[in-house]
């Protein structure tokens, strides 16, 4: 597969996109296993579908109209939570069940034969295109940036939100900020693994490097190299295989975990 690298052009958009793609993950990834904020990302992954279907109805890139209705939802939940009384888990159904709803009626009504929307619910590594590629690189330069700079502050606000508030720091800017991170994240792993598998990438990796470390840095460290593991050997038996990148990744993920787990678990029972 190295000289097909080499060769073709879209085969290094796909290892490019697999590395960048885990930077992003296995950062957002480790923030929302620890702040419990797994489904609310699944909320915000399938509300970007209606930004889909919207790109292709009016005709603009649909990463870019993924992008806007992830923002939006990022941004809403939190909000809508705060003012009302309706359970999180009540408007994450809502979001999520809105959004694929939008885009299928969007779909529906866009002329000419409808577009094959399966890359973007179930993932295809192997048609990210140089436009999706410069998309991910902003999107994780922003990331990057972020948690560099909060940093100390995202750390205290993740292990006692209550006592962070306490001395004065803005928690309700950083739930809005890390509400983004997580719906740049989304817009970055949906041409990845798709839209409906995207929780397992931003929770196998962390899950599997939290059986190793607890330190946040070296957590998101780690996570970051498990997510690039399982996309690059994804990648290859996609390649060599001819089977959906998305499910490949995914099922390598999942499996390293329950292989981890079961591992570990032996070990424990060995010593005692």
């Known amino acids: 597969m190295l000289e097909a690298i080499f060769k073709y052009n879209f085969l290094q958009n796909a290892v490019f996109s697999a590395i960048l793609a885990s930077i992003a ?3 957002i990834g480790t923030i929302i296993m620890e702040k419990k904020m797994v489904m609310i990302s699944g909320g915000i992954a399938h509300t970007a579908f ?12 649909p990463i870019i109209g993924g992008l806007i209705f992830s923002v939006l939802a990022a941004l809403g939940i939190p909000t809508i939570q705060r003012k009302t009384t309706t359970n999180s888990d009540i408007l994450i159904g809502l979001f999520w069940s809105f959004g694929m709803a939008v885009g299928i009626l969007f779909v529906a009504f866009t002329p000419g034969y409808p577009p094959d929307m399966t890359s973007y619910l179930f993932g295809d590594i192997l048609t990210v295109s140089k436009i999706d590629l410069y998309i991910i690189v902003v999107l994780d330069v922003i990331i990057i940036s972020v948690i560099l700079s909060f940093f100390n502050l995202f750390k ?22 890390l509400f983004i ?5 989304v817009v970055i792993l949906i041409r990845v693994v798709g839209i409906i598998l995207i929780i397992a990438l931003l929770t196998a990796p962390t899950s599997i490097a939290k059986q190793f470390t607890y330190n946040l840095k070296h957590l998101m460290a780690l996570s970051i190299l498990l997510g690039i593991l399982f996309c690059l050997l994804g990648l290859l038996f996609s390649y060599k295989l001819n089977i959906p990148s998305g499910a490949a ?24």
């Open 50 to 61: 209606g930004g889909i279907g919207m790109g292709y109805y009016f005709n603009i890139e």
């Open 181 to 185: 991170l997580i719906a740049l994240t």
């Open 25 to 27: 993950c296995g950062i």
């Open 249 to 272: 990744i995914i099922i390598l993920s999942v499996s390293a975990y329950f292989i981890f787990s079961a591992f570990k678990k032996i070990l424990s029972r060995a010593k005692i």
């Open 156 to 177: 205290a606000f993740l292990f006692d939100e209550e006592f962070t508030a306490v001395l004065g720091i803005p928690t309700t800017l950083l739930d809005y900020i």
